[in-house]
């Protein structure tokens, strides 16, 4: 599946999308520049940027929200938050304000929900985007998923994990005082 492919299925989405992201780290090339940003606390720098290379997702954000369609994201993640989710949290307020609701769930809540162990994007409830990792964190391809059991083992995960997450806009407020800027929510 390609880049274009994958993009075209929130185009082509009728009701919403589900993200469940188990990675502490994601190491994203397009990402060096912010993730640097981020590190040396250089806000202005790291504004900037966001503006520039984040705006085609959250204007397709802005698209699909604004046309009534939901976009959903749990993140289960490791307390005290790696600096990556940190990073994360701080740049979230963008993705709100483009319509996402993007909410977490800690590591040790997360152990006994028996959550599938694969990130993925779920679209309407009927097929899946799974999304496979190296070593190091890198994305290296992207499956289209659309066998009924497996679909529904996905669907029964996205409702679990969601129903124990915390909202972003809590979840940030816990954890602000990690970064000299804390992220708005």
């Not at 369609?69 to 304000?97: C, H, K």
């Not at 890198?138 to 998923?145: D, F, I, N, Q, Y």
Request: charged share 30%; proline share 6%.
């Amino acid at each position: 599946m390609t880049g274009d492919d994958f993009l075209a299925q929130f185009r082509q989405m009728r009701q919403g999308a589900f993200r469940l992201e188990l990675r502490d780290r994601y190491n994203v090339p397009g990402e060096k520049d912010r993730w640097d940003a981020f590190r040396a606390r250089d806000w202005p720098r790291l504004d900037k940027l966001n503006e520039v290379e984040r705006a085609a997702w959250l204007d397709l954000m802005r698209e699909v929200t604004s046309a009534g369609r939901r976009v959903e994201r749990v993140r289960v993640i490791t307390e005290p938050p790696s600096d990556y989710i940190q990073f994360e949290l701080y740049q979230n307020a963008g993705n709100a304000a483009a319509g996402e609701d993007i909410r977490y769930l800690p590591r040790g809540q997360a152990a006994g929900l028996d959550l599938p162990d694969v990130d993925y994007w779920l679209f309407d409830g009927s097929a899946a985007v799974v999304l496979r990792f190296d070593d190091d964190d890198m994305l290296t391809g992207m499956e289209l998923v659309d066998e009924p059991a497996t679909v529904a083992e996905l669907c029964a995960g996205r409702d679990t994990a969601w129903s124990h997450a915390v909202p972003y806009p809590e979840y940030a407020k816990k954890w602000a005082h990690l970064a000299e800027s804390p992220p708005s929510a």
